[in-house]
């Protein structure tokens, strides 16, 4: 069910998507987390077959099999979407996004409300560029914001370095000191420590970071601009979920984010970090994206 797949745009570029679950099951957009790719998807194969859901996830532009697109918008992503639906025949839909894959399915879910009928978040990137100030994100996230502000170029730079090493696999003896460089929740280490969902979200990183030093950063751009709407415009149900111990967006950033969502269930969830949210608790997330979020339409 996972084989590659592409889908050609107008412009001649190529959008890459894999499939896992049931291919006949309800249909749901996955959107990947920065950096990572289709691959990232993994995580939901299992519980996606147990439920009776199709899951389709596409690289964004620029990342691993996907063209690069250097000057897109977020906004540009839905009309992506909309080609990849009617490909596959798809009228409606749904939407999974994890970490920084939430601004896409926000706007996808403005653009296409007639659509998407409802979008699940799970640890979501909130709007970087209307934050006051940058003290619910990861250090690495401040630091990366602020040198996009003041020293673009530099940054460029920084990522060209850093793809060799990024783009390597780790051999299986070294990662538990791995996870112990990372710094990580007690919780996201334990999670971590499963073979399968440590695959699922380190591979989907370097696929990343062996199509393009570009690509990567044309992504990363995107979280520091201005999203091209306001949250307040997602109307259809939105199902938060977040981890109270997410060092990634602190929880306090995902509670502000649910107050000004007009049709939001949020869900912030005891000893959960931003990967073990997803790994222990997507067939809770999957179910109640399916079974339960169109009741509050």
Sequence with gaps: MNREKAVQLEDGAVIAFEEYGDPNGVPVIFCHGWPSSRTMARLTDEPARDLGVRIISPDRPGISGSSLHSDRKLTDWPRVVERIVEHLGVREFRMLAISGGAPYAYATAVAMPQRVRAIAI????????????????????????????????????????????????PPIRLRPLLLKILMLRPCDAESLRDAAAFEAIFESQRRAWRGSAEGVMADAQIYAQPWGFAIEDVRIPVRLWHGKEDRAFSVHLAERVAKRLPNCKARFVDDAGHYSLPIRHMPEILKDLICNADTSR
Excluded: K, Q, T
């Design 122 to 169: 799970v640890g979501g990137a909130p709007p970087m560029e209307e934050l006051v100030n940058a003290d619910g994100l990861l250090p690495l996230y401040r630091c990366m914001l602020a040198l996009y502000r003041i020293r673009p170029r530099l940054l460029r730079r920084l990522f060209h370095l850093a793809r060799p090493v990024l783009s390597l696999r």
